[in-house]
């Protein structure tokens, strides 16, 4: 999810694929052992180099327990990840949303969400983020079924012929 932040989805996809070349199972320990030169080669920024240490250091350390946020309650969850350096409201709902498959995230203020509602909307430009999430605030408790029909939505007109 780090390395999704602020890239397209294809230069993250590959970026995770090169890094799943270099490692094959990507686990704490193995990341850390990497370079901060081979990380750059696989696609990580200085920041992102930065806050993935982060994480698997206190993965290792047993400070953060990806495993026991699954028993958490959603905010409770959102509390603890956003916590994490380098870890914002996009990732952590993200996070709920992909890695726990809670069914009430919305990643506030993704850019594919808010084209993606504009149309749906038949609005002349997209929703500011505050406007998509008082639209996604009528979804609740189900805004994570809405999140994944609007990307879908995003992804097929993006990849239809022009």
Same mark, same amino acid.
Request: glycine fraction near 6%; charge should be neutral; charged fraction near 25%.
């Given at each position: 999810?780090?390395?999704?932040?602020?890239?397209?989805?294809?230069?993250?996809?590959?970026?995770?694929?090169?890094?799943?070349?270099?490692?094959?199972?990507?686990?704490?320990?193995?990341?850390?052992?990497?370079?901060?030169?081979?990380?750059?080669?696989?696609?990580?920024?200085?920041?992102?180099?930065?806050?993935?240490?982060?994480?698997?250091?206190?993965?290792?350390? %047993? !400070?953060?327990?990806? =495993?026991?946020?699954? $028993?958490?309650?959603?905010?409770?969850?959102?509390? @603890?990840?956003? +916590?994490? &350096?380098?870890?914002?409201?996009?990732?952590?709902?993200?996070?709920?949303?992909?890695?726990?498959?809670?069914?009430?995230?919305?990643?506030?203020?993704?850019?594919?969400?808010?084209?993606?509602?504009?149309?749906?909307?038949?609005?002349? %430009? !997209?929703?500011?983020? =505050?406007?998509?999430? $008082?639209?996604?605030?009528?979804?609740?408790?189900? @805004?994570?079924? +809405?999140? &994944?029909?609007?990307?879908?939505?995003?992804?097929?007109?993006?990849?239809?012929?022009?």
């Amino acid at each position: 999810m780090i390395l999704e932040q602020q890239v397209s989805l294809a230069s993250a996809a590959a970026a995770y694929g090169r890094l799943e070349e270099a490692l094959g199972t990507i686990t704490p320990v193995a990341f850390s052992q990497l370079s901060d030169s081979r990380l750059r080669a696989i696609g990580f920024s200085r920041q992102k180099t930065g806050y993935c240490r982060t994480l698997a250091s206190e993965v290792q350390l %047993g !400070s953060v327990d990806l =495993e026991g946020l699954a $028993a958490l309650p959603d905010d409770d969850a959102r509390l @603890r990840l956003t +916590a994490l &350096r380098g870890v914002g409201p996009w990732t952590a709902e993200c996070y709920l949303l992909f890695a726990l498959r809670r069914a009430d995230a919305w990643p506030s203020g993704d850019r594919a969400l808010q084209v993606s509602l504009g149309r749906a909307l038949h609005m002349d %430009g !997209s929703p500011s983020a =505050e406007e998509a999430n $008082a639209h996604a605030e009528r979804w609740r408790p189900w @805004r994570s079924v +809405a999140a &994944r029909i609007l990307w879908q939505d995003y992804l097929a007109k993006r990849a239809a012929p022009a």
